[in-house]
């Protein structure tokens, strides 16, 4: 039976009144080859392997007309469409401004405007999805007290630990597994994990936006230790969206 806790949002995320909302445990990450699987033992007609290139046939549509202003709608599923932004390597608008008042004319055309890149996927259920997993699933709550974030009191190389060993366990770790762990409010966890993220020594970083972001092993700092012939202290992993 599926678990759920409840986590007492943080004074700093709303208005200032107390709020608690239930955040559903996770155990474990189906991969590809898992789905795989269970789509096999699902459907018994279909080959793993015809279910294979059925899916990537599936993200092979999806990359080709994406990003040509199409959403993608799958019956009983969702839709997923694009979200953008700006791309961070590139000079914003007052770095262009600051060159051109300082006389280097040269370097107007090259910052006058930004890249616009894809920031990621949004994902909206079909509601006759939601509805018929609400008719089979009942949840139990795991803890009898709610979870009160709190300032950590461990140590920053403590607190990257305890990351890492969330995201070995279970593929990726999201916010509130790192709030919980760390006894942090969102938004502190949040901010804390903007300078591991940005930090090339810390061994983590991100993938996703917005609701899906969620925090990996750095496989360039994990490569770079391999060359080095150094100790491997970081475990490579892969992060997927499956939508069960």
Same mark, same amino acid.
């Given at each position: 039976? *599926?678990?759920?806790?409840?986590?007492?949002?943080?004074?700093?995320?709303?208005?200032?009144?107390?709020?608690?909302?239930?955040r559903m445990q996770t155990y474990s990450?189906?991969?590809?080859?898992?789905?795989?699987?269970?789509?096999?033992?699902?459907?018994?007609?279909?080959?793993?392997?015809?279910?294979?290139?059925?899916?990537?046939?599936?993200?092979?549509?999806?990359?080709?007309w994406m990003p040509l202003g199409h959403?993608?709608?799958?019956?009983?599923?969702?839709?997923?469409?694009?979200?953008?932004?700006?791309?961070?390597?590139?000079?914003?608008?007052?770095?262009?401004?600051?060159?051109?008042?300082?006389?280097?004319?040269?370097?107007?055309?090259?910052?006058?405007?930004?890249?616009?890149?894809?920031?990621?996927?949004?994902?909206?259920?079909?509601?006759?999805?939601?509805?018929q997993m609400n008719k089979e699933a009942?949840?139990?709550?795991?803890?009898?007290?709610?979870?009160?974030?709190?300032?950590?009191?461990?140590?920053?190389?403590?607190?990257?630990?305890?990351?890492?060993?969330?995201?070995?366990?279970?593929?990726?770790?999201?916010?509130?597994?790192?709030?919980?762990?760390?006894?942090?409010?969102?938004?502190?966890?949040?901010?804390?994990?903007?300078?591991?993220?940005?930090?090339?020594?810390?061994?983590?970083?991100?993938?996703?936006?917005?609701?899906?972001?969620?925090?990996?092993?750095?496989?360039?700092?994990?490569?770079?230790?391999?060359?080095? !012939? !150094? *100790?491997?202290?970081?475990?490579?992993?892969?992060?997927?969206?499956?939508?069960?």
């Amino acid at each position: 039976m *599926p678990n759920y806790v409840l986590q007492e949002m943080s004074e700093e995320m709303g208005n200032g009144k107390k709020k608690v909302y239930p955040r559903m445990q996770t155990y474990s990450l189906h991969d590809f080859d898992t789905v795989v699987r269970h789509m096999h033992e699902y459907s018994g007609s279909f080959s793993e392997g015809a279910i294979r290139g059925v899916l990537d046939a599936l993200v092979t549509t999806m990359k080709s007309w994406m990003p040509l202003g199409h959403s993608i709608k799958i019956d009983g599923l969702g839709v997923f469409s694009l979200t953008l932004g700006f791309d961070t390597s590139t000079p914003s608008e007052a770095a262009a401004a600051k060159k051109q008042r300082n006389g280097n004319a040269d370097d107007e055309l090259k910052t006058k405007y930004r890249h616009v890149c894809i920031k990621g996927i949004r994902f909206k259920p079909d509601p006759q999805l939601l509805q018929q997993m609400n008719k089979e699933a009942t949840f139990e709550r795991a803890e009898t007290d709610v979870v009160v974030p709190r300032k950590s009191s461990d140590s920053r190389e403590e607190r990257i630990r305890k990351a890492i060993a969330i995201i070995e366990q279970q593929g990726y770790m999201t916010l509130s597994d790192y709030a919980i762990a760390t006894g942090q409010s969102r938004s502190t966890a949040s901010k804390d994990l903007r300078q591991l993220a940005n930090d090339p020594t810390s061994g983590i970083t991100t993938r996703g936006s917005h609701s899906h972001k969620v925090w990996v092993i750095n496989k360039k700092k994990q490569t770079r230790q391999t060359q080095k !012939g !150094g *100790p491997r202290l970081f475990v490579s992993c892969e992060w997927r969206i499956i939508s069960r």
